[in-house]
């Protein structure tokens, strides 16, 4: 099975944005939701999971991340926006069973 890369946005309450790269989506919101990981996105609880988009080429996901990161903020909305237009966690549910479920040896990775 080829390995995937994923380019996502979380933001916030107060609907900040921020953009990132990673292999690994479900590990690496849940650092997000859980705070684990010091920087900007504990200090501004981003919490929601609002895009994301997939592919099997690195160099590819990382120049998309690149790219939109690179955008005014009203074009990343219109991104956001066409595709969950009531900006909804697109990751909820995945963790219904509780961090229990997580090894925390997958959150330093």
């Not at 501004?44 to 990161?69: C, P, Q, W």
């Not at 990343?76 to 995945?94: F, Q, V």
């Amino acid at each position: 099975m080829a390995r995937q890369y994923y380019v996502y946005i979380m933001t916030n309450r107060s609907r900040t944005l921020y953009v990132g790269v990673t292999n690994d989506l479900e590990r690496r919101v849940y650092q997000h939701k859980s705070e684990s990981i010091e920087g900007f996105t504990k200090r501004y609880k981003m919490h929601r999971l609002v895009y994301f988009d997939a592919t099997s080429n690195v160099e590819g996901a990382i120049s998309r991340e690149k790219e939109i990161k690179r955008w005014r903020r009203s074009k990343k909305i219109d991104l956001i926006e066409a595709g969950n237009p009531g900006w909804k966690d697109l990751s909820e549910g995945w963790y219904e069973a509780g961090p229990q479920q997580w090894d925390p040896s997958l959150l330093s990775g």
